[in-house]
């Protein structure tokens, strides 16, 4: 099983590295900011499995952080830990007693915070955490949305953030919502679905994409795997390999070729 992911963001270096030593030290996998910037970055690059928010200066940047990260796809079902400066530091690094009361977090701790003290709450936080895998579905028409729609949300780790019409909407779709994984339809208009995956594997290639198309020839099955899709799904098979497909891909393994009618 991968290491779960924690993000600490925190500008006093000492504590940032005390606190990424605790935790690697039980096998966590930990990455570290040390401004808004540098956190939104490591946050492009992987989604954390929960985020701890120390200190930042100038005083209102970690609130600001915190407001991203609840609007953010990636992070806003993360649990958070704030860490917030003692008190007599609060002007300079701290929240306002306004940021307070808006804040969204799992828990709130003042320093000074022992690192050793956060494990178990680490740990406690984590065991809820209930990984899903986000899927955006694509197809011009919408019974056949609304059936794959159907289908993936009964999945305790799978949830549907998006869907859209053509490979135009697709492709800007991946970008704004950031699926792990698209269920691509071949044919629609403005945009195919070939074209569409071509992008999206060039500009996300995070994203792993699914074809789901009645036309299994083997033209398109080819063309499927030379644009960067993970794997190929016929209509008249959805039902019984979806799910499985979408968990395949979603772990990185490229489906095995159907049978072409």
């Not at 030290?25 to 985020?51: F, H, N, W």
């Not at 209102?60 to 953010?72: C, H």
């Not at 028409?141 to 019409?165: C, M, N, S, W, Y």
């Not at 919502?177 to 074209?195: A, H, Q, S, T, Y």
Request: proline share 5%.
């Amino acid at each position: 099983m991968e290491p779960k992911k924690i993000l600490i963001i925190d500008d006093e270096l000492d504590f940032l590295s005390a606190l990424q030593t605790t935790l690697e030290r039980d096998q966590y996998q930990v990455v570290t900011a040390s401004t808004k910037a540098e956190a939104q970055e490591r946050i492009r690059l992987g989604e954390p499995d929960i985020v701890v928010l120390g200190t930042m200066s100038p005083r209102g940047e970690a609130a600001s952080l915190q407001k991203w990260l609840k609007q953010n796809p990636r992070t806003k079902n993360s649990p958070l830990v704030v860490i917030d400066a003692p008190l007599e530091k609060r002007l300079l690094s701290g929240w306002s007693i306004d940021e307070g009361v808006q804040m969204e977090a799992q828990e709130y701790l003042t320093k000074p915070v022992e690192p050793a003290s956060l494990l178990p709450l680490i740990q406690t936080l984590l065991e809820r955490v209930v990984k899903r895998i986000r899927v955006l579905i694509v197809d011009d028409h919408t019974v056949i949305r609304d059936g794959l729609r159907a289908v993936l949300t009964l999945q305790k780790d799978i949830t549907v953030v998006g869907e859209a019409v053509d490979g135009k909407d697709a492709v800007e779709k991946t970008l704004q919502l950031l699926p792990d994984v698209v269920i691509m339809d071949i044919v629609m208009p403005v945009m195919n679905g070939l074209e569409a995956t071509k992008q999206i594997c060039k500009e996300r290639p995070e994203t792993k994409v699914v074809m789901l198309t009645q036309y299994d020839d083997e033209e398109n099955i080819l063309m499927s795997e030379q644009v960067g899709a993970y794997g190929f799904i016929p209509k008249r098979a959805a039902s019984s390999q979806l799910i499985t497909g979408v968990r395949s891909v979603y772990a990185g393994q490229r489906l095995q070729k159907p049978t072409a009618v």
